[in-house]
Each structure stands twice: as structure tokens, then as C-alpha cells.
């Protein structure tokens, strides 16, 4: 089992609709929890971080954290084609680890 | 403006040869990381420094070595590169040791190992 899971994708969604990107972990000792974007051909950015369980809310995007569950998610509102990317979730626990990645795809 | 920023960008070398890869901060960040990306695997681990003569091993650290003499580099030396070595290398840095510290990223090395 990896110890950060995210679904391949590609996931669709036509623009204006929500995208909704999941991840699992393994580790219950993980501490902080992180969404980067990354465009193709391009380095990783922040969207967001979540360390408490429940909702945390910046602009268009919440991330969503279940520590009981394993399971943080990432929401985006009114999808844009600009946010086409790769989402990476990342977990941290004494370092970080990665997920593969999902591909988003909005359409106009 | 502070920055991340790494030398090769694009690198062709062959079997058994040395090649080190560059990376240079000036956020004045004591933390700095080595990745790898290859498809399907995600961002993995080689190597990070928590500060100056500082080093440590991460999830796929064989056939790599870093050393720390200072606070903005973190060079990366495949000893022996092999053909597993080609892949895109990522050098990030960070502020913080604990809780949600975040890494900024440099704009990437791409290997190639014929």
C-alpha cells in the first residue's frame, strides 16, 4: 500500500462545476497535510495546507481533513480552464510524501 | 525578489559518469530537498538538509549524495548515474523543521542517462 494515494484520473469537469480531488494516507502520525498544482512541464505550488480536522476555506478551494478516516480532499468551485493541472496531495509526518497525482481537465 | 533556482535545466550524460546538479536558494531557508518525478510515482525523496553540514537520507536515496557548506546550496551528485537515474529532479527549501512548513519549489532538472 503507498503511503499517499490519489486517484490517476484524468478527471473532467465542464467549467463552473466543482472539481473534487480525494487522497488517503497511511501513516496516522502525519501532521500536516498540503494540495500543490503543478502545469505541465512546471514545478509544484502551494494551493493550501490543513492541519485540524474539518474545512479550510481560500477563495475558490477548500480542503477538506479526516484524520479518523485517513482522508483529505480538495475542492475547487467555479472550475476554470486554468485549473486544468495536476494536483499533488502531500502528507507530512517526519518528511514529506507525495501522491502520483491527479490530472483535472475543465472544459469550457 | 527571493527565489529557488537550479543549474542544469536540461542534462544528457552517459552510464557510470559523475553529473551533480545544482541548487540555489536565496529564501535564507535552513531546510532543502531533493525529489525525483517520474510518471506514476509522484515526487519521492532523495535527500534533505535541515541546515549547514546537515544531511539525511530520504525514500530513494541510492547512488545519490548531497553535502551542506552553506546555507542557499544543496548539490546533488549521482556518483555513477544509470539509466533508473533519468527522471526529473525537483530542489525545494522550506522555513520550518515543524508543523505545516511549506516548500517552494525550483523549476527542475531533467536527466537523461543514455
Known amino acids: 500500500q503507498k503511503e499517499v494515494e490519489q486517484n490517476s484520473g484524468p478527471l473532467s469537469v465542464p467549467e463552473g462545476a466543482i472539481a473534487s480531488l480525494n487522497c488517503t494516507y497511511s501513516d496516522r502520525g502525519s501532521q500536516s497535510f498540503f494540495w500543490y498544482r503543478q502545469y505541465s512541464g512546471k514545478s509544484p505550488e502551494l494551493i493550501m495546507f490543513?492541519?485540524?480536522?474539518g474545512d479550510k476555506e481560500d477563495g475558490r478551494f477548500t480542503a477538506q481533513l479526516n484524520k479518523a478516516s485517513q482522508y483529505v480532499s480538495l475542492l475547487i468551485r467555479d472550475s476554470q480552464p486554468s485549473d486544468s493541472a495536476t494536483y499533488l496531495c502531500?502528507?507530512?509526518?517526519?518528511?514529506?510524501?507525495f501522491g502520483a497525482g491527479t490530472r483535472l481537465t475543465v472544459k469550457p | 525578489d527571493a527565489e529557488i533556482t537550479q543549474s542544469p535545466r536540461h542534462k544528457i550524460t552517459e552510464t557510470g559518469r559523475q553529473v551533480t546538479l545544482a541548487c540555489h536558494q536565496t529564501?535564507?531557508?535552513?531546510?532543502m530537498f531533493w525529489y525525483r518525478q517520474d510518471l506514476g510515482h509522484g515526487l519521492r525523496l532523495i535527500h534533505y538538509s535541515y541546515g549547514v553540514h546537515d544531511t539525511n537520507k530520504g525514500e530513494v536515496s541510492d547512488g545519490y549524495s548531497v553535502s551542506r557548506s552553506n546555507t542557499e546550496d544543496l548539490p546533488l551528485t549521482l556518483e555513477s548515474a544509470a539509466s533508473s537515474q533519468t527522471s526529473v529532479y525537483f530542489c525545494?527549501?522550506?522555513?520550518?523543521?515543524?508543523?505545516?512548513?511549506?516548500?517552494?519549489f525550483g523549476p527542475g532538472t531533467r536527466l537523461t542517462v543514455l
Open positions: 529564501w535564507n531557508h535552513n531546510n
Open positions: 502531500a502528507v507530512k509526518v517526519n518528511d514529506m510524501r
Open positions: 525545494a527549501s522550506s522555513e520550518y523543521r515543524e508543523g505545516p512548513d511549506t516548500q517552494y
Open positions: 490543513i492541519y485540524s480536522n
